[in-house]
């Protein structure tokens, strides 16, 4: 064979091979990750569903029973995100009110944000307190319950199962702690009265616990721990609206049964953004379900979380690949089931909707650094390769969000584990070992 000849071969040998590690540089290998899910010893013995997308080249690159429903848990919250994103602006609405002669009426929006511990929204409060004005409370506009469709009743007493309202104040949760001298506090301080010591009451530790029916609080005669620290939802009641109300406005109010009027104008409190990322980092139901009703207050005159879902699932969702079954804006109902793939959809669209991926990072849990997948992952280099939302439910737990690979690669999933009966952290970490090989090697 001509030298010549033999130089073209081996040049078109050598372009060959380099268009080869090109096509392999440039594409995620679905092989590999089929490998991973077919040879897990952890998920084959539940319900898994999976699918990673590709957000650069806009295809679907690996799909695990994508389009089987699951028990999404707090999952639902980016459904939250999203109908926010589309209904509100860059503040939340504190109040609706109107002005006649001496009299200020107002009604509740479903803010949040009003007077909570963190957010600490206190524009509708200085508006209030300032306005110098007869205050009338106007009652009625929220037509929901205290409780989402489907919640579990025997939760009622823990942090994360808050009661939904027109006009929350405070987190709508009373903190118990023992303060310097180890003595038993509580916050607000107006709730003291109902703190009583229950010598029949006997746990195994120190708690305190609340009446189902009332804001009875007893805790049992024995030495309180140091540090003590626990967070109860109280049971709300207009009655205890209008209390806490005048405790902390050190101002008489009055309740008055009045439709919101169409010329009502709103005082706005905490910026938008803020008060989503302390949604969906933490995880944060009360934020969640209270969101819902301050989306209703934009487009309807009665606050009302079904409401708007089903706007939500008509105006903006309703091209998904699989309609969802949404009944709250948490995620604590068992009744919610989504596919992966359409919460891949989902996250495409809020991506598109925010406009700006460094924002929409910073909102979102990170790995090994924010949120509750703080500790889940570790850094590359300090830097985070994957920011996503949880989702936990007794024998559940779900990922679904944004990876960037050790090459560049920007990748939207959803990972949904349901009705396994191990333990929660084997699962998790077994979530944690693939999406992070799907980095490190693409």
Not at 147 to 165: F, K, L, P
Not at 364 to 389: E, H, L
Not at 413 to 422: E, Q, R
Not at 428 to 433: A, G, K, P, Q
Request: hydrophobic letters at 35%; charged letters at 20%.
């Amino acid at each position: 064979m001509p030298i010549q000849r033999k130089a073209y071969l081996l040049i078109a040998l050598l372009l060959s091979f380099s268009l080869i590690q090109q096509a392999h540089a440039g594409h995620i290998r679905k092989r590999k990750i089929k490998k991973l899910f077919k040879h897990s010893q952890i998920l084959g013995n539940h319900f898994t569903g999976f699918a990673l997308y590709d957000l650069d080249n806009q295809k679907m690159i690996y799909e695990l029973s994508d389009d089987k429903y699951y028990t999404p848990a707090s999952n639902t919250k980016l459904f939250t995100f999203y109908t926010c994103l589309k209904m509100l602006g860059d503040s939340i609405p504190a109040l609706k009110y109107v002005v006649h002669n001496d009299s200020l009426i107002f009604w509740g929006t479903g803010d949040p944000s009003f007077l909570h511990s963190d957010l600490k929204g206190i524009n509708g409060y200085t508006f209030l307190k300032n306005s110098h004005k007869k205050l009338f409370f106007a009652t009625g506009n929220y037509t929901g319950q205290f409780y989402g469709s489907g919640w579990a009743w025997d939760d009622y007493n823990d942090y994360y199962q808050t009661e939904i309202n027109a006009l929350p104040l405070l987190d709508n949760t009373a903190i118990l702690y023992a303060d310097k001298n180890d003595s038993l506090r509580i916050r607000p301080a107006y709730l003291k009265s109902y703190l009583k010591c229950d010598t029949t009451y006997r746990p195994s530790n120190f708690r305190v616990k609340r009446d189902f029916l009332s804001n009875t609080l007893i805790y049992p005669f024995m030495p309180l721990p140091k540090n003590y620290r626990q967070e109860i939802p109280w049971k709300t009641s207009t009655a205890l609206t209008l209390a806490l109300l005048q405790d902390t406005l050190k101002l008489p109010v009055t309740e008055v049964h009045l439709p919101l009027p169409a010329d009502a104008k709103t005082i706005y409190n905490t910026n938008t953004d803020t008060v989503y990322k302390h949604m969906l980092q933490p995880s944060d139901n009360f934020i969640a379900e209270q969101l819902l009703l301050v989306c209703s207050t934009t487009r309807f005159k009665t606050l009302n979380a079904d409401s708007v879902i089903s706007y939500s699932k008509t105006h903006f969702l309703n091209d998904l690949p699989d309609a969802p079954q949404w009944v709250d804006g948490s995620g604590l109902s068992r009744y919610n089931l989504f596919t992966p793939r359409s919460i891949v959809f989902l996250l495409c669209r809020i991506l598109d909707e925010v406009k700006n991926e460094e924002l929409l990072h910073s909102l979102m849990p990170a790995g090994g650094v924010t949120g509750t997948i703080k500790k889940a992952y570790k850094t590359d280099n300090g830097q985070p390769f994957v920011w996503a939302k949880t989702g936990s439910l007794s024998n559940n737990y779900n990922q679904s969000g944004y990876l960037v690979t050790k090459k560049g690669k920007r990748l939207a999933f959803s990972f949904m584990n349901n009705n396994f009966a191990g333990p929660v952290a084997q699962v998790r970490d077994e979530m944690v070992r693939i999406i992070t090989f799907i980095h490190d090697n693409n």
